[in-house]
T-cell receptor, first 117, second 114 residues
Framework: GAVVSQHPSWVICKSGTSVKIECRSL??????MFWYRQFPKQSLMLMAT?????????EQGVEKDKFLINHASLTLSTLTVTSAHPEDSSFYIC?????????????FGEGSWLTVV | GDSVTQMEGPVTLSEEAFLTINCTYT??????LFWYVQYPGEGLQLLLK?????DKGSNKGFEATYRKETTSFHLEKGSVQVSDSAVYFC?????????????FGDGTTLTVKP
C-alpha cells in the first residue's frame, strides 16, 4: 500500500484563491520531503525541498511567496498555492525520504491535479 | 549537476513486441537509478530501481541493469501488452550529494497497439 499519501488528488479552484495540498508519510518519519511540478506532457521539475522544522529550500525560478511550504511535523508537509492563476494548473507531486532505511529510500505520493479556473 | 537523458518518444509498438527505452545519466556522486511509470490520468509509480553498479532491477516483466561503465540504465521488456501503454520516466537520486532529490528524464510515451 501507499506509504506517502497526498490530498486532495484533484482540486479545482477559482483564480485568485489559495489551495493547500498535503503530503503525509504514513509509516515512517520524513525529515525531508520534496515537491515537484509536472506540466502537461513534460517531465517533473523539483520545486523545493521541505525540511522539518526549518524553512524550505526553493529551486531557482520558483516563487517562495507564491508556493508556501510548511513542514511542521515529521509526517506532514503542505504546499499552499497562493493567489492561484490558470498558469498554476499542473500536477503537483511530493516525495519523502525515509532516513531510517540504509538506502534512504524515497517514496512518492500519488500526486495532486490542480486546475485553476 | 545531475542529469538524465531519455530516448525521445513517442514509441509505438505492436502487442508482444520487444521494448527498449534508453536512459543515460550524469551524476557527480553515487546515484540510485529508477524507472517510474505514469498511466494516463494517474500519479507516479515506481516500476523498478537499482542502487549500485551491475544491479538489475525487475518488475512486471520489465528489467533494467545499472551500467556504470556506460552510465546507462536502459529499460527492457520482452513482450509488451496494451496495458503497458504509459509514460515512462528514468530518474536518479544521489544519496550522497543531494540527499534524496530526484532528477527526472523528460519521459517516453509508450503506446502499445493490439
Amino acid at each position: 500500500g501507499a506509504v506517502v499519501s497526498q490530498h486532495p488528488s484533484w482540486v479545482i479552484c477559482k483564480s485568485g484563491t489559495s489551495v493547500k495540498i498535503e503530503c503525509r508519510s504514513l509509516d515512517f518519519q520524513a525529515t525531508t520531503m520534496f515537491w515537484y511540478r509536472q506540466f502537461p506532457k513534460q517531465s517533473l521539475m523539483l520545486m523545493a525541498t521541505s525540511n522539518e522544522g526549518s524553512k524550505a529550500t526553493y529551486e531557482q525560478g520558483v516563487e517562495k511567496d507564491k508556493f508556501l511550504i510548511n513542514h511542521a511535523s515529521l509526517t506532514l508537509s503542505t504546499l499552499t498555492v497562493t493567489s492561484a492563476h490558470p498558469e498554476d494548473s499542473s500536477f503537483y507531486i511530493c516525495s519523502a525520504r525515509d532516513g531510517s532505511t540504509s538506502g534512504n529510500t524515497i517514496y512518492f505520493g500519488e500526486g495532486s491535479w490542480l486546475t485553476v479556473v | 549537476g545531475d542529469s538524465v537523458t531519455q530516448m525521445e518518444g513517442p514509441v509505438t509498438l505492436s502487442e508482444e513486441a520487444f521494448l527498449t527505452i534508453n536512459c543515460t545519466y550524469t551524476a557527480t556522486g553515487y546515484p540510485s537509478l529508477f524507472w517510474y511509470v505514469q498511466y494516463p490520468g494517474e500519479g507516479l509509480q515506481l516500476l523498478l530501481k537499482a542502487t549500485k553498479a551491475d544491479d538489475k532491477g525487475s518488475n512486471k516483466g520489465f528489467e533494467a541493469t545499472y551500467r556504470k561503465e556506460t552510465t546507462s540504465f536502459h529499460l527492457e521488456k520482452g513482450s509488451v501488452q496494451v496495458s503497458d501503454s504509459a509514460v515512462y520516466f528514468c530518474a536518479l537520486s544521489d544519496r550522497v550529494t543531494n540527499a534524496g532529490k530526484s532528477t527526472f528524464g523528460d519521459g517516453t510515451t509508450l503506446t502499445v497497439k493490439p
